[in-house]
Nanobody, 118 residues
Framework: QVQLVESGGGLVQVGGSLRLSCGSSRSIFSFNVMGWYRQAPGKQRELVASITSGGRPNYADSVKGRFTISRDNAKNTVYLQMNSLKPEDTAVYYC????????????WGQGAQVTVSS
């Protein structure tokens, strides 16, 4: 069983920064893709950023230039550096890992609240 644990959420003012961490109980090198999603109240969960096992990142248009996803295979951790935060970034942020081994398996963390106050 894979466990993903997010940390680093909190309350920050507009324009501030936060760094989210997602620690995995399994080597993240084994995952094909890892990503960060977010869900604001009353809205659907959306992709924020993802990174492949080869280190190629992908970003939602709304966060390009402000957020950076990275991975540290030695620490089995994926990070999301969030800069220039806006009120619309307020959401619960979830870490996701995708493992393709015959079937596709998705693993999710429990979520971390990020609140940006104006």
């Amino acid at each position: 069983q894979v466990q993903l644990v997010e940390s680093g959420g909190g309350l920050v003012q507009v324009g501030g920064s936060l760094r989210l961490s997602c620690g995995s109980s399994r080597s993240i090198f084994s995952f094909n893709v890892m990503g960060w999603y977010r869900q604001a109240p009353g809205k659907q969960r959306e992709l924020v950023a993802s990174i492949t096992s080869g280190g190629r990142p992908n970003y939602a248009d709304s966060v390009k230039g402000r957020f950076t996803i990275s991975r540290d295979n030695a620490k089995n951790t994926v990070y999301l550096q969030m800069n220039s935060l806006k009120p619309e970034d307020t959401a619960v942020y979830y870490c996701k890992a995708v493992l393709v081994a015959g079937a596709v398996r998705d693993y999710w963390g429990q979520g971390a609240q990020v609140t940006v106050s104006s």
